[in-house]
């Protein structure tokens, strides 16, 4: 049986335009477009090799020959190390990411902006950082600033400088959206190693990346690339999101490093290389009947908030801040309003245990005294300052971009969640309380009613903020020592996993669809051939401010896939296209604008939107058609077939058909159903429901004994209230009907929308298929996106027969008109293909997923 589902689409009958590349192929095109990054991976690994740092830390003689630092390029007069520093890794460790940078980073930077400006970018970014760092770290050590003094004596060899120095450089060629992007994201990184690092080469970076920023605008001559340029709601969202995420890991840092040269360092002393044994800290501290005023000494207390911050459940504990805005950021990444509250939250408890987590540091950091001696009133300001700058400066990009996250789950919802997280909090506290009340005498130092109280409420604060806040106690019986473990980080998991339910809870977003008020706006302006879809189940209509035009679309996954053109007067497509993607935008959903016609494609260029032909539109034109010569010779045929074997056709609407032809209509669809295990495919592809419409017509063809053979149905398109043209959709056929069924059914559609007066039948759309070229006219270059799209062509052929469907139409003669996809984001491609794959199936059962790989693999 043939069958062409729903909106009949399919593959062209055409030779593809390429073929996909080989590995080889793949990696010689690559090669041959970065050399200079591929030539500085190689030379990172021969200088690796040369002077002993692939197989470990750079010696001493390595270091003081071919490394920046004060004492050698400043004290030592060894200029040339500010070059050499960018050319040879430090340690393995090193190697491996600056080999993986030149490659990626580096290579993304040559492909931006060709080969010999990339050499200039990495060269002078990465010269500039290295010799204005090292000189501030000159300058301040003479002055005796704390950090300068600190790393004075660094020396360091980093080819990262020069890589991000160049990828900076590059995003000055790069539109908006790129550039946009990965400025505020590098930057971000490397702020975050400055502030929780504070390695001389994290300060080289930024100066190079600073130097990059700078050095693009003279390089592309264009100082327009320097202003920040104006973001959409969803952008924003991006960029925000991904500001916070990046913060997050900080702590991270400073707890790998354990680096007391950065304010942000907290609590990384807390985690000593060799647990503490609470009867060592006793004999050390007074015994067993010691009290806290009486080992309030610095030793002891230290000892104390070591012994406290230990066990599973405290390190555990400490990454909550961690956990917690990366969950902002990805409500955020959404625009919701709970995110924004959570991550300012949490940039709050920063500042507000700023005080205690200096504290923590001082006390239990295991540094000379000498070290912290350098504090003088100024220098103690330029640390405090250091310290409340990063969540201030993300408190105040929460609030100034606060219109951009107005996405609020329902009341419901919120009432649910609070209840949750204030009951575990009750039953929690409760639990340990109870217990360590009733092993009071158990605690050491001796404890009080008062203190476990205290000290349960401490239980469910990270440890780097309140170790050494008084009461410090310790539990001595196993109940209420694992219950000291357990209940912060329970805790903290019942909240993060009610945010993420409640974050994934949405209120109504868009206004409800209004059936009747869509129908009329179809009726006057239109929508193209293929605007009747906007009806369909399973669409939302969005209305214009004015109220006279509107989209259909449906949301998945976040992805807004509209439904053919805007529904609009002519010459108000423009505007619409607009508004409805600000719409999408304020909505935290990606627009897309699917199997829209081309005279829309002028529109998206304007808004810097990606677009692609996504399929041929197969249009033939009624006035004048009569089926005449040779190209129209198998459609007559089957035509004049019919008409021997006494086929007769019927144009009607389903509610003016007869029970028994309703009966016979529901058999071949649902034998056709049947006889195929794949899924059926919705979306443009319309089924049993979609003939319903009263506004949608069905042609029959009923054979000589009156037994159904064939039906189709023919969506209406309007002008000015009227009906100008007609494109189907539904096509079934019964088992052993005439053969040309079709062909002879199409046919006398055609006429007999010729004799009322129509302009135009629609084939509707052909995915994935590229129109006949025309005599002489020549492929255009295959790009990677014509490949893949001629590669999925290929592959669901077995399945659906789309390439023999768009043959089946090209007997009809017909005029081809592209259909494309446009989007604004092509870093959102892959979650764009998801959504339009699922509204394409969107139920697949387990059988038909196995029966469908079956057939793509066969």
């Known amino acids: 049986m043939t069958e062409a589902p729903g909106a009949a ?11 996909l590349r080989s590995t080889t192929e793949a990696l010689g095109g690559f090669i041959r477009r970065v050399p200079f990054s591929i030539a500085l991976a190689v030379l990172l690994i021969v200088t690796a090799l ?78 500039l950082g290295v010799a204005i760092g090292t000189w501030l770290q000159w300058v301040g050590s003479l002055a005796g600033e704390w950090w300068a003094t600190g790393t004075a004596a660094d020396l360091t060899l980093d080819p990262l400088a020069g890589i991000v120095g160049a990828l900076i450089t590059s995003t000055a060629f790069m539109g908006r959206l790129w550039r946009r992007r990965i400025r505020v994201v590098t930057v971000a990184f490397i702020l975050v190693f400055v502030l929780y690092d504070g390695d001389s080469s994290n300060a080289y970076r930024l100066v190079a990346a600073i130097a990059g920023y700078l050095l693009g605008a003279v390089l592309t001559r264009d100082a327009s690339t320097l202003s920040v340029k104006r973001s959409s709601h969803g952008e924003t969202r991006t960029l925000v999101a991904a500001v916070v995420a990046v913060t997050a890991v900080g702590p991270i840092v400073a707890l790998v490093n354990r ?47 070591l012994l406290s911050a230990q066990g599973l459940g405290m390190f555990l504990l400490s990454f909550v801040p ?57 220098e103690l300001l330029v640390w405090v300052l250091a310290v409340v700058a990063l969540p201030i400066g993300i408190i105040v990009m929460l609030i100034v971009t606060r219109r951009h996250f107005q996405i609020r789950a329902p009341r419901g919802a919120f009432a649910r969640f609070a209840g949750i997280v204030g009951g575990a909090f009750a039953i929690l506290a409760g639990i340990h309380l109870v217990a360590g009340l009733a092993t ?33 106690v310790l539990p001595g019986h196993d109940l209420a020592s694992f219950l000291a473990q357990a209940v912060g980080p329970v805790f903290w998991a019942v909240f993060i996993a009610a945010a993420i339910r409640l974050m994934s809870r949405t209120g109504t977003a868009a206004k409800t669809a209004d059936d009747a008020r869509l129908r009329e706006l179809l009726h006057r302006n239109g929508g193209g051939t293929l605007g009747f879809m906007a009806t369909w189940p399973g669409n939302t209509a969005w209305f214009s401010d004015d109220g ?42 990606v627009p897309v604008f699917y199997s829209v016609h081309s005279q829309y494609l002028p529109v998206f260029d304007e808004l810097e939107w990606e677009h692609l032909s996504v399929g041929e539109e197969t249009l033939v034109r009624t006035k004048g058609l009569d089926l005449a010569g040779k190209p129209w010779q198998k459609v007559r045929q089957a035509l004049n077939r019919g008409i021997k074997e006494g ?42 429901e979609e003939l319903k419409d009263p506004e949608v017509r069905l042609m029959l063809a009923v054979g000589p004994e009156g037994r159904l053979q064939a039906v189709t149905s023919w969506l209406p398109v309007y002008r000015d ?71 999925l062509a290929t592959t669901l052929e077995p399945a659906y027969g789309f390439s023999s469907l768009f043959r089946f139409k090209a007997k009809f003669n017909p005029e081809y008109e592209t259909i494309s996809m446009a989007y604004p984001d092509p870093l959102a491609l892959p979650v764009i293909g998801l959504a339009i794959g699922k509204a394409y199936l969107p139920d697949v059962s387990p059988a038909e997923a196995v029966a469908l790989v079956k057939t793509l693999t066969k």
């Open 9 to 19: 689409e399919g593959t062209g009958d055409t030779e593809p335009s390429g073929r």
């Open 440 to 472: 009071l005498r158990e605690y050491w130092p001796a404890a009080t009613g008062w203190d476990v109280l205290l000290d349960t409420l401490k239980r469910f604060v990270p440890p780097h903020f309140l170790a050494v806040v008084d009461p410090i």
């Open 647 to 688: 086929m007769t056709t019927v144009w009607t609407s389903w509610d003016e058909l007869p029970l028994a032809t309703v009966a016979q209509i529901n058999a071949i669809s649902e034998e056709w159903i049947a006889e195929k295990e794949l899924p059926e495919m919705g979306f443009t592809l319309g089924g049993m």
């Open 259 to 305: 680096s007391e040269l950065t304010p942000f360092a907290f609590g990384s002393y807390l985690y000593a290389d060799e647990p503490l044994e609470l009867a060592d800290v006793m004999a050390k501290c007074g015994g067993e009947a010691a009290t806290a005023a009486a080992i309030a000494t610095e030793a002891c207390t230290t000892q104390l908030a």
């Open 50 to 127: 040369t002077t002993g740092t692939f197989f470990g830390v750079a010696s001493e003689s390595t270091a003081t020959t071919w490394a920046a630092g004060v004492i050698t390029t400043v004290d030592g007069g060894q200029w040339w190390t500010v070059a050499t520093a960018l050319v040879i890794p430090y340690d393995p460790f090193q190697l491996v990411f600056g080999v993986l940078a030149a490659l990626v980073l580096l290579g993304i930077a040559e492909r931006r902006m060709g080969t010999w400006r990339t050499i200039v970018a990495f060269l002078v970014t990465g010269v």
């Open 721 to 791: 209230g009227a009906v100008i043209g007609w494109t189907i959709d539904f096509m079934r056929r019964a088992d052993g009907s005439m053969n040309g069924v079709m062909e002879f059914l199409i046919a006398s559609a055609a006429l007999h929308m010729k004799e009322e007066g129509a302009e135009v039948l629609s084939l509707s759309g052909a995915p994935l298929a590229t129109k006949p070229l025309a005599p002489g006219e020549t492929p255009p270059e295959p790009t990677v996106m014509t490949r893949l799209l001629d590669f």
């Open 322 to 378: 961690v956990l917690l805005l990366l969950l902002a950021a990805w409500g955020l990444r959404h625009g919701r309003r709970f995110a924004r509250w959570l991550a300012i939250g949490v940039n709050a408890a920063i500042l507000l245990f700023a005080r205690t987590a200096l504290d923590v540091t001082v006390t239990t950091a295991d540094v000379d005294d000498g070290t912290w001696t350098v504090f003088d009133l100024g």
């Open 548 to 589: 006279d035009s509107a989209v259909a679309y449906r949301v998945i996954n976040g992805v807004a896939i509209t439904m053919s053109d805007p529904i609009c007067a002519a010459g108000d497509g423009g505007r619409v296209i607009r508004e409805f993607a600000a719409f999408c935008d304020a909505n935290s959903w």
